[in-house]
Each structure stands twice: as C-alpha cells, then as structure tokens.
C-alpha cells in the first residue's frame, strides 16, 4: 500500500555475516489511510507531471470568467484545438528528440516545404490526395532520416546539423513558392484535414451525434483498460490505487472526455485535425511506454554510454526518433497547409520554437531521459489556450509574446525546482 | 582490547584543550526525519593525519559536508569548533577562508583548461584587478615542486593520468593556505604506484603543518599512514583508534566498522571447474585509433566453465579496455587475433551481438556508463533485455516488474520500492542492480570490472555470495580487479596484466600478493 515505510533499515545481523539471499517483504501494512491522505500522498509524488494539468485548468479557468465564458464556448474551444495541431503534433515528436539530448530546429521550413509541395502535388501535378499524403509523409522521414545521419553518423551536433538543414529548407521553401506565390488548394478532401468536422450522422438536440459516439467510446475505452490493469496488477499483487481513489479518479477523468465531448458536440463536433493528434498521441504513448524500441529511446536519452553497453544500438535508436520527427514535420505541414487552404512561401516560419516551447511546458528535461509525450500535447494546448485568452481578451501581440516568455520560463523553473526536491 | 571511547579521554585529560585544531561536538544532521548523523563527536589534534572510516552511509561524507558548509550553520545540530573559535558556515567559501578545503572522490578540475589556470581557479594571482598571468605559472610552479609534480603548467589537464591530477587538486588546496586538508577517498581510482605516491606526500604535508582528515575504504593504507582513526557506524561515532597505541589494525578497525568480527569475507564456494573452455583468446590485440596505439596486445587466454578467472594489474594496463575489446568491440577498436566462444570462432561487432553469445559486462564505473541514474530500479534491471519480456516488441509490464522484485529480493537490493530511483541508491545497491540487470540476460559469461569498487564490506560479501552461487549454477566468471585480497579470495587461476600485456598466470595455489604484484610492475 502506500504508505510502505519509506524508510529501509539495513542492520546486518549482529552475529555473524549470515546473509541469506531469499525474500524478505513485507508488502501489506494493514494502516488505513483515508482518501483525502491518499490524494495527497497521489498529488505529492505526482506533483511534476500533475503541475501541467493544474496548470491548464488554471488558465482555462482564468480566461473562462475573464471573458465572462466566451473562452470556453464550443466555438472557440474547438478553434483552439485545431490551432494547436500542426504545433502539438511536432511537440510530440519533439519530446523525444529532446529525450535523446538532441534538438531538431529544421522542422519548421521542412513542414512549411513540404507543405509546398503537397499544393504542388495537388494542384500542378494532379496528383489524387490518398496519394499526395502517403508520399509527403515519406518524403519527412527521408528528411528526418537525412538530419540522422548527419548527428548519429557524422556525429555533428544537431544543434548545428539542423540549423544548418533548416537553412536549407527555407531556401528550397522559396524556390518552390517564387515564381508562385501563394498556391491556393481547392481540393475539399485535403482541405477538409485542417478545417472539416467529422460527419455528423443525424443531430440531436443540436449535439453532434457521432462525436457523442466517439466521446463514449473514449470513454468505455478508457474505464475498460484501467479496469483490466488494474486487474492484472491485483493479479500480480503489485500496489494499486485504493478502491475510492481509484472509482473517483475514473469518474472524474470520464467526467472530463464527457464534457469536451459536450463542448464540441454542441458545435461542429471532433474535428478532422483533432482526431489526427488524438491519433498521433495515443500512437505515440503506446510507443514510448509499452513497445521495446520506446523503451530504448529513454535509456539512450538517460544515460547514452550504459545504453550502449546494454546492447542497445544508439545510432538506431537516433535513426528512428529523427525519423519520427521528419514524419510528423510533413504531417505538420500537411496540417498547416490544409488548414490555411494554399501554400506560403513564409509557412513554418518559427514552428520549431513553438514545438521545443510546447515540449518543455509539457515537462520534457534538458538534461534527457525524460518527457512524456502527452506533456507534450498539454504543452502545445497550454500555448495555444493562451493566445486564444489573449486574442478573445484583445491583448496586444507584443504582450503576447512576453506572457508566453513567462510561461515557458515558470514552466522550466517548476520543472527545475520539484526536480531538487525529489 | 584498551579502545579509547569516545568523551573520556583518560591519557589527554590534563592537556590543554588548543591542540585540537578541529573539534566537532554532539553534530546531529536529519533529512526529513531521517537521522544521518546522530550526536557525532569528532576531534583532531593539530599536525595528524586522521582518517574517518566507516561503510557506506555510515554518515562520513554528511560529516565532511557538514564541516566544510555544504549544509549550511544552522541546517545542523551541534558545534564546529576550529581553532578554538566557533564557526558558522553558511557556504563553502567561508570553511574556504578558514583553511579548511575538501578534495572531493570525483575531482573537480577543468579538463580543458592548463595546470595553472586549474590551480588558481577562483584564487586568482590578480593586480589591478586583471590576472598576472606571468606570476601564476610562477606560484604554479612552485606549488607543482611541493607536492612533487614534475610537469610543465603549461599542461592541459585532460593530458593528466588520474594520480597526477589527484596532486593538482592539492596544489590547488595549497594555493588557498590550508590548514586542514580533507580527502575523500583519494586513492580509490589510483593504481598502487600512485597511491603510495599521494600518501608519501599527505606524510610529508603532515611535516609541515598541515593537518589531514583522509576518508578511505582501504584498511592498508589507512594502516599505513593514520595517527588516529575515528569509526563511524549508522551515523554515530564507535570510537577513535590511536596509532601510537597500537590501536589501528585491520581486524579492530572491521570489527568496529560493521559490528562484528570477520573472520574470512570471501566465502567459500565448491570447485565447479569443468573441462570445458567457455571463451579462448588467440593473440588477441586491440588498436585504439583515437589514441593511437595497441591498449591491448597479444593476449592469450582462456575461460573454463566454472570458473572464477581474475585478471589482476594496475589501472591503465589495458584490462578494461580488454573486457571492452571481448564484449562487442565496445569502443570500435581495430583487432587482430581469435576470439573462439564455446570452441567456435566468433565475430562480434556490437555490445548487443555480444549479449546474444552469453556474454554480459558490468562496468567499472556504475554512475558513469553502468546505470541509468535518472531511472528507477525497475527499467534499469531490465533494460538490457527488454525482449525477454516482450512479445512482438510490446513489453508485459506486470512481468517486468515480477522480473524485478525477482531479483530485489534474490539480490538484496535494499530499497523501499522498485519506483526508487537507481541514483538515490547506495553504492552497494547500485552495484547489485547493475549485478541484477546483467543476470537477467541470462549469460554465460559474466565479466565484473571492478565488481566491489567503492562499496561497503557488508556489500561486498554479499556480491561475492552472488558469485559463488552463479559458479556453482555452471557460469564463468571473469573478475577485473585491483584489490589483490579479492583477486586471491576469490579466483580459481589469475592473469595478470601490465602495460597491455598479459605477463603471467597463477594458478591460485602458487599466486601471493608479492608474485602478482611483481608481475604487475613489469
């Protein structure tokens, strides 16, 4: 349970070094602790990754009675998240490569590039959109590969290995847009990524029924596979949530997903790009946390020379998390293009630093090994709910900038400062 | 046995009170409601070499923190009384300008930066408030001579063996007029040549003033060159040995230090030797292209199943570099020569390959290339198998946790849960996790390096407990050492290394510390 003593007394036998090597535990202690001692305890140990929600909440909150509820009105709540798309989806890839002590500062222009490109694809080459996507999103692990073999093969920092690829993708961006300009796309599918709902199937009561559907499949989703770990885990007799904590802790994340579900039924419902970073997360944390490879990512990230002397093959591993990143440059740029519906030739200017922001709000460490990536999507919404507040409160984009400053330096300080207290 | 307890003092009690230059009196240190010392005295006289020995988290580097204003006045309970004054510390620069500096285990010296620079950092020689350059390599020089360095400053420090830059930390520390040196554990990563190099100097330090407080595990050297010894155990002072009276021998210091009386810390095992030859080296070389020469040469070897083989030899004489060389050419030397796994000869490019042959290495350095500090106790144990508890590369994490409580339990590993983080570990604890990780890929050769490095004697019988069990479950064992106790007590035949040479084998019945030694020296 858990209020296993913390201290662990290591007295050697007095009479002689009779050291047996067989168990010795004593998992149960039969103390009762109340509910409101175990969230503490919960909140306690958790503060870190806790402190980014609690964050959210606060600000969502703030902006909520300061524009007297206009900020958490179906429109913009739903404006809001698909603002934070294209951002949220590099945020995740991100994570990791920041995981590894790296950093990828190409992927602004190789998005805003490629997004060129899919306009080109789409409207001069006539290419159909099931293929324009398929090829896009290969061309960004090609790229994300090449920044790869730059630092794990070259061994250049890649620091200045993506600076340097960065360079070249905002030129490649103005060579395809020159002669030009703006490529408008009118091909609705495409468009429909960054600007279309899903359908609705029928109405009703003015709610979107289909989103009421996925909200409660979400949901079911969610209680089912808690319920079966925690299942499992009981199996195991491995510690677990008390009852209580664990039926509220349910209620209250279900309540959650109901209520954004009713926010965004009552307007359009689940967007095309919010179903895409839904995807892109849920695909993601299973990755990281459940898959070998994922596993591996944050043993090179923790500690690169033991990882090498576990028989982990680091070059793969900076391979594949490179890779990952140039995949979700060109899902970004997709996102982004589709959204303004053309092709700019300043598309993706100084997305890389709102991705790095969005990951280091979301909890990612400098000093690697850790970062999760759902941190990273409440990073990115962190951001983008505060330009959104700013905008419907009508402050100026100069401040703008200082109040998001802030809040990525309050972030790293909290990281730092609940880091020394552990 | 006539030990001295702590607080009568019956031969000094007459004395006056100033020949104690240092005197720290009832020091009680909590972290959240954990006693890590409790009601410590500690007293040196002026001009000693003192040493404070103690096993791991016996409460011996809180003290030194203590004193030196790691933790803060205030943070503590007691008195710290220097030369007859009370002092309140509120960092470490204000010990600093009291004469009281603290070398470190791991040194703090700027590889990239020259001797002198290294020496007078923080201290600089300044007129007119810019840097005279020209008087610091001059000081700089002056201070190399005293603790016998014979380089030029004008060395980059990084260009150093590890003994030459353990003197430029006390040059740096004579630089600042010290009075009362302390080391913590200075000779730990210095071979022997080294070593008695280091303590001629503290001994000759002594002649001059200069008062030493030497934290060490090493119970000879401590033999050698202490005036007094104070034992700490769980936080609390057992006693202070006097050398003058004969006080300081291995057995009374052990028996103070753990409680108990030793008589063996190896412990027996059955011989399990078969005949039958796990690894085989052929003229087995090495060429690191980075440094630009052989850190491995001709070698010959081979590895019974069964057996314990030591590898006995001096830092810097290629036998980690060796086991590197084995365990999937780790470090991507060039090599020449045979490498014959279970009678067939192998190939093995990378660490991974060399994992799937059966072999596993625990390194030398735990914090540095062994564990995952940042990770909990868990993922370190099974990061070097993760397939082993995946199916089609998604991992069963309540097997993995099974896995590990397996083997916290088997091991020993004392920790409150499997959630704690392997840097907030003891030394020992971190060594059996690294143990623990390597048994889970199930080797068939094991090559510990180092295996009871900086960890306490309690832990150190527990490692070789572990040894002997796995020899008698039919695994080979290669054990890299530089204590020669643990080499004899522990192996079945013994190789000895100098300058990347093998330049002998013993088999354990004829081998003694003098004839490995002469070897070694060769």
């Known amino acids: 349970m858990l209020t296993k003593k913390i201290l662990c007394n290591w007295q050697h036998n007095k009479g002689g070094v009779n050291v047996n090597l067989e168990t010795k535990t004593d998992m149960k202690d039969n103390i009762r602790v109340s509910l409101w001692q175990e969230t503490k305890t919960v909140m306690k140990n958790n503060i870190r990754e806790y402190g980014m929600y609690i964050a959210l909440i606060v600000i969502i909150l703030t902006f909520t009675i300061m524009t007297d509820g206009l900020f958490i009105s179906s429109r913009n709540i739903s404006n809001l998240l698909d603002s934070a798309g294209y951002i949220a989806v590099l945020a995740v890839a991100m994570t990791l490569v920041i995981v590894i002590r790296h950093i990828d500062l190409s992927v602004g222009y190789v998005a805003g590039f490629l997004g060129a490109i899919a306009a080109i694809l789409l409207t001069q080459a006539g290419v159909p959109v099931y293929l324009t996507i398929p090829i896009i999103l290969v061309l960004g692990i090609v790229v994300g590969l090449f920044n790869g073999l730059l630092v794990a093969q070259i061994g250049i920092p890649a620091f200045v290995a993506t600076l340097a690829t960065m360079l070249i993708f905002r030129g490649a961006l103005l060579q395809v847009t020159e002669k030009s300009g703006t490529i408008i796309i009118q091909n609705d599918s495409f468009n429909a990524i960054g600007n279309g709902f899903i359908p609705s199937l029928t109405e009703v009561n003015g709610l979107h029924l289909l989103s009421l559907i996925v909200g409660l499949i979400g949901i079911l989703f969610y209680v089912f596979s808690e319920i079966s770990n925690r299942k499992s885990k009981l199996k195991y007799q491995f510690e677990v949530l008390s009852k209580p904590m664990f039926v509220s802790k349910l209620v209250i994340i279900s309540a959650i997903i109901a209520y954004i579900t009713w926010i965004l039924a009552g307007y359009n419902g689940f967007s095309w790009t919010m179903i895409i970073m839904l995807a892109v997360v849920i695909v993601y944390h299973f990755f990281t946390t459940k898959t070998v490879t994922g596993r591996h990512i944050y043993a090179v990230g923790s500690n690169p020379e033991a990882a090498h002397l576990s028989g982990i093959n680091v070059k793969k591993i900076t391979y594949i998390v490179f890779g990952s990143m140039g995949l979700m440059s060109a899902l970004s740029g997709i996102l982004f293009t589709a959204r303004l519906q053309s092709a700019t030739t300043t598309a993706g200017t100084l997305f890389e630093l709102d991705a790095i922001a969005a990951a280091y709000v979301g909890g990612v460490s400098a000093a690697g090994g850790v970062g999760k990536v759902t941190g990273a999507i409440i990073g990115a919404i962190v951001m983008a709910s505060l330009s959104s507040g700013m905008n419907l409160l009508g402050v100026g984009i100069s401040y703008q900038y200082m109040i998001r400053g802030g809040v990525l330096a309050a972030a790293v300080i909290f990281d730092v400062v609940t880091r020394l207290k552990k | ?522």
């Open chain 2, 1 to 522: 046995m006539g030990l001295t307890p702590y607080g009568s003092d019956p031969s000094k009690g007459g004395q006056n009170m100033s020949e104690y230059i240092l005197e720290m009196d009832g020091i009680t240190k909590e972290f959240t409601g954990v006693k890590a010392l409790s009601d410590v005295n500690f007293k040196v006289e002026k001009g000693e070499i003192h040493c404070l020995i103690g096993e791991n988290g016996a409460g011996k580097s809180t003290l030194m923190k203590v004193l030196s204003g790691v933790y803060p006045y205030g943070t503590y309970e007691g008195d710290i009384i220097f030369e007859e004054e009370i002092q309140q510390f509120h960092k470490i620069s204000d010990s600093v300008k009291t004469g009281i500096v603290i070398i470190y285990q791991e040194l703090a010296l700027f590889p990239d930066l020259t001797v002198y620079e290294n020496i007078f950092t923080g201290n600089e020689v300044k007129q007119g408030g810019m840097i005279n350059w020209n008087q610091t390599i001059v000081e700089s020089r002056k201070l190399l001579e005293k603790v016998k360095l014979d380089v030029n400053p004008e060395t980059l420090v990084k260009d150093l063996s590890v003994g030459k830059r353990q003197l430029i930390e006390i040059a740096k520390a004579l630089s600042k007029d010290v009075k009362l040196l302390i080391l913590d554990e200075p000779t730990a990563a210095l071979n022997e040549d080294d070593s008695e190099n280091l303590l001629n100097l503290l001994k000759e330090l002594r002649e001059q003033g200069i008062t030493c407080i030497m934290i060490s595990h090493k119970l000879k050297e401590v033999i050698s060159i202490a005036d007094k010894a104070t034992v700490l155990r769980d936080g609390r002072t057992i006693c202070t040995l006097d050398a003058s009276k004969g006080e300081i021998s291995e057995n009374i210091i052990i028996k103070n230090m753990v409680g108990r009386e030793i008589e063996d810390i190896y412990p027996k095992r059955q011989k399990a030797i078969k005949d039958e030859t796990i690894l085989e080296l052929k003229n087995w070389s090495a060429y690191d292209p980075q440094l630009g020469r052989y850190v491995v040469k001709d070698i010959n070897l081979k590895v019974n199943k069964g057996e314990i083989v030591g590898i006995a030899g001096l830092m810097g004489s290629g036998r980690t570099e060796l086991a590197l060389s084995i365990f999937g050419n780790a470090r991507k030397y060039k090599l020449s020569g045979e490498m014959l796994i279970n009678g067939q000869a192998q190939t093995l490019k990378h660490t991974s390959e060399a994992i799937a042959s059966g072999i596993a290495y625990v390194t030398e350095d735990r914090k540095g290339d062994g564990l995952f500090l940042l990770q909990d106790i868990k993922n370190n144990i099974t990061t070097a198998n993760l397939k082993g508890i995946a199916k089609s590369g998604i991992i069963n994490q309540n097997e993995e946790i099974k896995v590990a409580e397996s083997y916290k339990n088997s091991l020993q590993i004392k920790a409150p849960s499997l959630e704690q983080l392997a840097g907030n570990l003891s030394g020992g604890n971190q060594q059996k996790v690294s143990l623990g990780k390597w048994l889970f890929v199930a080797p068939k050769l094991l090559i510990l390096d180092e295996p009871t490095r900086g960890i306490d004697v309690g832990a150190k019988f527990e490692i070789y407990t572990v040894m002997n069990k796995l020899i008698e479950d039919g695994l080979s064992i290669i054990m890299i050492s530089s204590e020669l106790g643990e080499v004899l007590g522990m192996s079945d035949r013994v190789y000895v290394m100098a300058q990347t040479e093998l330049k002998g084998e013993l088999d354990i019945e004829d081998a003694n510390q003098e004839n490995i030694m002469q070897l070694a020296t060769q």
